[in-house]
Structures are given as structure tokens and as C-alpha cells.
């Protein structure tokens, strides 16, 4: 049996996300989807980051209300353990491999043969996984600050960070230290947006204490990282994309991807756009628009090469 999890039912940062539930293996995965799925577009189907989930996509989603009337397919999910989807009987069963056979399974609900894949952090590495086990259920991807040599700096910054925020009592406390942190990641947002991303991660109890959006037990995984470890790379993962059409995107002031491995990244895919995204760490907000015209157009692009035909 999936084990449970709170998530206020009115929670803000979900309210334009109104989700179905699709059972994929013991946990029900949250699943929301925009404009029409169809023959005539390849939807784009979005993976938030490591404990994060779907309300990082809503300027995203919110784009594509203004793009090709609204119509243009766009599925958001959470992952096993976030947001509001389940959390897994076995806390072993967390991986980018198992999540990528949830993602298969989702799919496959949804009658998607193919779709295009944008992958957001941990998003990303899932991509890959579904790259190398179901090559061709992918036709493109899009990785954000994404890749196959995951920056150790970013998983102790990001520990650390949710046990010290987890850690304070009371509401000005803590909205003051999630302030101090996401200003580093977004040093050009007032306060007031600032406050408006906490609900992204976190919603705030009785007491004025941070919960998380996601099982505790993700983390238990991160335990034994350090600041100055060197992650294994996979390279192999990554070559796997060349199945498919590839855009590469890095916020520039991410601690998840090295700049240097971004560049060997685009070195490795000469035909792979690579863009980055100016003034703003992990998670991208999706809300300039060179980036999402280049999105749109990889959308477009890819589509009319899969379909024979314009969107």
C-alpha cells in the first residue's frame, strides 16, 4: 500500500492545476493537462525537479494558454513522493529508473505514443533514464539545468537548506530564511514573488512551521554526499538522447550543473540548441521569453518532423 502524505487541499500554488490520478505501479501519480491531446501536435510532458513538482511548470503551462489558441498539448505530473501524487510502499523503490517507467505508464494512459520530454534537474536525469529503457517514446527533449554530472555542491546547498527551513518556528522566521534563500537563486524578485515561490516546495501549519510537499524520505538518499565529492558521470545516459531531437537549457546561476559540463553537453551535441537562461538559478521560472520562444519552436520543429506535417 502507498503510504500518505498531507497536502492542503486549497494549497495556493495548485489552484490553476486541477489534476486527474493515474495508478502506476502502487501509488497514484498526479497528472494535470492542458490544451488537446490529439494526432495533429506532440505534446510536451514536464518532470520537475528532485523533490519538487508540477507548480514549478505554471508560467510555463500559463504560456501555452497563449500559444496556438490554447491548443497545444502540455501534461504536468509529479513524480512518486511529490506534490500530490503518492509516495511509494518502500522508500527503495525512488529512482530515476523506477520514475521513468512511472512516466512510461502515464503515457501509456494517456494514449501518448510520443511525446517531447522537458526534464528540470532530477527532471532530467528521469529523461535520460526513459531515454535508455523506452527510446521511443521520446521525440525530443529539453534538459534544464540537467545532465549526467550532477553538481554535489547543489544536493548539500539543497539539504541543507530544507532541514534548516524545516528546522524554524513560526511564520516570520520562517518566510524570512526562505527569503534569504531563494534570493540568491532570483537576486532580481521583490519579497512579495519571493513568498509567492515558497508554496512551490512548502505550505505552512498551524504553528507557522514550513511542511514539505514531498516525502522526507527522498532525502535520506542525499545523507552521505559532501560539498567537495565528485558524483560518478553518465555519459552513457546522456548519449542515449541522440535518439531524438535535443535543446539544452542552464540557468545562469544554477548550482546543479557545472558550466563546464554544460559546454561539453553542447560539445557532444553540436546539433542541439544550447541556451542560457539569464539572471536566475534552479528551478527556471519560465517567465522571459527567449527561452520559451525557443521552447515553442523546438515544439513546432519536432512536431512537424514526427507528424509530416505543420502543427
Not at 558550466?259 to 546539433?271: C, I
Request: aromatic share 6%; glycine share 8%.
Amino acid at each position: 500500500m502507498p503510504r500518505q502524505r498531507f497536502v492542503p487541499p486549497d494549497h495556493s500554488a495548485f489552484a490553476a492545476l486541477p489534476i486527474s490520478q493515474i495508478i502506476a505501479r502502487d501509488a497514484p501519480i498526479a497528472v494535470h493537462v492542458r490544451g488537446e491531446l490529439s494526432s495533429r501536435r506532440l505534446p510536451v510532458l514536464c518532470l520537475a525537479g528532485y523533490q519538487r513538482n508540477m507548480s514549478d511548470f505554471s508560467d510555463f503551462a500559463a504560456f501555452f494558454d497563449r500559444f496556438d489558441q490554447g491548443r497545444w498539448p502540455v501534461v504536468l505530473l509529479d513524480l512518486p513522493g511529490r506534490g500530490r501524487s503518492g509516495s511509494p510502499a518502500r522508500p527503495a523503490d525512488y529512482g530515476a529508473n523506477r520514475a521513468a517507467e512511472d512516466v512510461a505508464g502515464v503515457m501509456a494512459s494517456l494514449g501518448i505514443d510520443r511525446a517531447v520530454i522537458l526534464g528540470q534537474g532530477y527532471g532530467g536525469q528521469v529523461a535520460m533514464a526513459l531515454s535508455v529503457k523506452h527510446p521511443l517514446l521520446l521525440a525530443g527533449t529539453v534538459l534544464l539545468d540537467a545532465g549526467p554530472v550532477t553538481d554535489s555542491r547543489g544536493i548539500v546547498r539543497l539539504r541543507n537548506n530544507m532541514a534548516h527551513v524545516e528546522s524554524l518556528r513560526g511564520t516570520r522566521s520562517v518566510v524570512a530564511s526562505f527569503r534569504r534563500m531563494l534570493a540568491g537563486d532570483y537576486p532580481e524578485l521583490s519579497p512579495e514573488r519571493l513568498d509567492s515561490l515558497i508554496g512551490r516546495t512548502h505550505y505552512l501549519d498551524r504553528r507557522g512551521r514550513a511542511r514539505p510537499l514531498h516525502d522526507p524520505t527522498l532525502f535520506e538518499a542525499l545523507k552521505t554526499i559532501s560539498f567537495d565529492d565528485e558524483l560518478a558521470p553518465q555519459w552513457p545516459m546522456f548519449d542515449a538522447l541522440r535518439c531524438a531531437p535535443l535543446l539544452l537549457l542552464r540557468t545562469q546561476l544554477t548550482d546543479q550543473l557545472r558550466a563546464e559540463t554544460f559546454r561539453e553537453m553542447a560539445r557532444r551535441r553540436p546539433d542541439a540548441l544550447a541556451l542560457t537562461i539569464a539572471g536566475q538559478g534552479s528551478p527556471a521560472l519560465f517567465d522571459q521569453n527567449e527561452e520559451m520562444e525557443a521552447i515553442s519552436a523546438f515544439l513546432v520543429s519536432v512536431s512537424t518532423r514526427v507528424l509530416g506535417k505543420a502543427a
